[in-house]
């Protein structure tokens, strides 16, 4: 498999600390990769690096062929990269399947004069955006929910919908950033499976930043671990388990 994602030498300090140093590492197409390292370690660092939120100091980043520091965050969802965040982002006001919609806005805009006008390319738009969020939310068993509004959902559920919202733009590459957060156990159970399908079914090549390490160890191909934004490891998840600078990092942090 080639690909998706190829990081080399990326660097990013803040006032003289080193979020992340000279970090390199590949992600095979379809492949779901953990990133994991204490508190502190560089992950989110890494993952703003990764979808332009921030521009690091060094470091080239080929991503589904294309270089992808050279790209403007807004093209990024076009391109295939999508993410997800650690604190959500939704419209807590709009139902579940509303937000879910929106995720499809891009990709089946009539053209802003239909929008403007009512037209009937417009209202076909609409009614495909709402299908495929129906079908998205089907595929992640929320279709109860969807009409309820989003800030009346539990969080774990919230973390769901917008899962579905990123899906519906159809990625090729997406990095999660802690999506089992406020989780219970059988929530992140079930989302390992849905990262497992979504490799394996879908061909989404999946960077997933999470704490929760049962998550992690079912739904990864393949691990990295960063501690001061350094790269210690890299592995399976059977690798990483018995890995030594692994177990004695986290040992620091009581997390093991
Ligand atoms: N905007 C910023 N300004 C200054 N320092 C920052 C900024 N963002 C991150 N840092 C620092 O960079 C280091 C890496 O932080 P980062 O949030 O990337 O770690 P993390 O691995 O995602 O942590 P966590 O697991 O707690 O979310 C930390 O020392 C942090 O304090």
């Known amino acids: 498999m080639p690909d998706a994602l190829a990081v080399q030498g990326l660097s990013m300090s803040f006032s003289g600390l080193k ?13 779901v990769c953990g990133l994991i390292g204490p508190n502190g370690a560089g992950k989110s660092t890494i993952l703003n690096c990764l979808t332009r939120i921030t521009t690091p100091d060094a470091g080239h980043v080929e991503a589904l062929g294309f270089d992808l520091l050279a790209e403007p965050i807004h093209r990024l969802p076009e391109r295939g990269v999508m993410r997800t965040f650690q604190n959500l982002e939704l419209f807590t006001d ?35 955006a709402y299908a495929t969020a129906d ?3 089907a595929e992640l068993g929320l279709s109860e929910i969807r009409d309820r509004r989003v800030a009346d959902l539990p969080f774990g559920t919230q973390k769901q919908v917008e899962l579905a ?32 399908r979504l490799g394996a079914e879908h061909g989404i090549t999946i960077l997933l930043v999470e704490h929760d390490m049962g998550l992690v160890m ?16 890299e592995g399976t998840p059977q690798e990483i388990r018995a890995n030594h600078k692994v177990i004695e990092a986290y040992l620091g942090e009581g997390e093991a």
Not at 104 to 120: K, Y
Not at 224 to 233: D, H, W
Request: some cysteine.
């Open 19 to 31: 979020a992340v140093d000279d970090l390199s590492f590949r992600v095979a197409q379809g492949s």
């Open 94 to 128: 709009l139902s579940a399947v509303d937000n879910v919609a929106m995720g499809c806005a891009a990709r089946l805009r009539a053209g802003w004069t239909a929008e403007l006008l009512g037209l009937p390319a417009s209202r076909r738009a609409t009614r495909a």
């Open 135 to 137: 079908a998205a939310l």
């Open 165 to 196: 919202r990123a899906l519906v733009a159809e990625p090729r590459l997406l990095m999660m950033d802690e999506p089992a957060a406020g989780m219970n156990h059988t929530e992140s159970t079930e989302l390992g499976r849905v990262i497992r």
């Open 218 to 233: 079912s739904a990864c191909d393949r691990i990295i671990v960063v501690v001061q934004g350094r790269l210690i490891a």
